[in-house]
């Protein structure tokens, strides 16, 4: 396999191997950019089928916290890590500490927290061995609550766009993935803002107490919230639910919601923008909960910075939308190519620093 050839390594700054027999830790530490700050970004617990999918997963996440955390405007880089989950029974606090003295080793170019796979308590044994970690439970607490509030405000953006009034009142809106973390407060912002909500999520007797809470209709077959006949679809479940087999299904006006990765691939960010619907890029609009783990790096990122970066980010997501209309392109092409403008003014400017 190679990698610096390979499509997502995209310059990333250092990647490194780290293992250790004695716990059987296999790691991967990808720091993308340090441009803007030392790189942020979560660590992932995966059974890997290959090492080579451990490497492609760790670039492409890490590219994309880079990108998530620049178009916040946040004074951090983009990174990622990725632990290749041992095999048969592991000592889980023992594999951590050794996680941790790999985190260690990078002095502060690459700050952890947990992402999927990794809880809380598997970044406090790695505190043990790093100070380089974020996401602490005595930390800023689960970050779903700011994620939600962040995303609330970017469906207001993009309703101002795909359907002419940020007032949610009465509009109809399919949420997938209602009753998650972020899924659940973001249907509460919903209905108080007089939203007609439609929720489906695999987790029945979940959906249906919290339709009731709020007075929505329930969308009994998990599948069919693709078919509602809705004005805006909110993906907070699954990656990737933008293909070939859901695009002609929609009958919304606007994709905007929390889930990663929404679009299978690039192309199907024109292929909405073809059809007419208003995409809200996934990186921009789910960036809340990054905002708010920056108050673990520095006392200055209190409440009141966190609310008022929300208002940026819904300011940027709104421009995105803008400039796709204007120009008739995909949201997510001009998202990336903002994104891939700010790293590299960074750069400059980080370059121009130094000398
Ligand atoms: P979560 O696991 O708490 O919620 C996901 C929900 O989706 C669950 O209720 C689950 O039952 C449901 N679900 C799973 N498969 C489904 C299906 N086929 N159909 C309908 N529902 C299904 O996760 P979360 O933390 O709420 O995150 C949701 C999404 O937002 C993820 O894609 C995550 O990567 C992204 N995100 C989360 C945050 C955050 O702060 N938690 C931040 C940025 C992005």
Not at 215 to 220: F, K, M
């Amino acid at each position: 396999m190679s990698l610096f050839e390979h499509t997502a390594f995209d310059n990333h700054e250092k990647v490194l191997f780290a293992t250790d027999p004695a716990t059987g830790l296999k790691a991967i530490l990808a720091v993308h950019s340090t441009a803007r700050g030392p790189a942020v970004g979560g660590c992932r617990m995966w059974s890997y089928p290959s090492s080579a999918e451990a490497v492609t997963d760790v670039l492409r996440l890490s590219q994309g916290m880079s990108y998530k955390n620049i178009m916040a405007d946040l004074p951090i880089g983009g990174g990622k890590s990725v632990i290749m989950r041992p095999e048969g029974d592991f000592d889980r606090q023992a594999l951590f500490e050794a996680f941790g003295r790999a985190l260690e080793s990078l002095n502060g170019q690459y700050i952890s927290a947990e992402d999927v796979g990794v809880s809380p308590d598997d970044m406090v044994a790695a505190r043990r061995t790093t100070r380089h970690v974020v996401g602490l439970p005595d930390g800023t607490g689960d970050p779903s609550p700011v994620t939600a509030k962040g995303v609330f405000m970017g469906i207001q953006a993009a309703a101002a766009r795909g359907l002419g009034s940020e007032d949610l009142k009465g509009v109809k809106i399919a949420v997938q993935g209602a009753t998650g973390h972020v899924g659940a407060y973001l249907c509460r912002h919903l209905a108080e803002a007089g939203a007609e909500l439609h929720l489906a999520d695999i987790r029945a007797a979940e959906l249906h107490a919290l339709a009731k809470e709020l007075g929505a209709t329930v969308v009994e077959d998990p599948n069919a919230i693709y078919d509602v006949d809705a004005d805006i679809f909110t993906p907070c479940a699954l990656g990737a639910i933008i293909n070939p087999e859901t695009i002609d299904r929609l009958k919304v006006k606007v994709v905007a919601g929390a889930a990663n990765n929404q679009l299978e691939t690039r192309e199907m960010g024109a292929e909405l923008q073809k059809r007419g619907i208003f995409y809200a890029p996934d990186y921009v609009i789910n960036a809340g909960g990054i905002i708010n783990v920056m108050g673990e790096l520095d006392a200055r990122f209190d409440a009141k910075w966190v609310e008022g970066k929300l208002v940026t980010l819904k300011a940027t997501l709104g421009e995105i939308m803008d400039t796709a209309a204007r120009e008739a392109r995909p949201a997510n092409i001009v998202a990336d190519e903002l994104a891939r403008q700010r790293l590299a003014d960074a750069a400059e400017q980080k370059a121009l620093a130094a000398e």
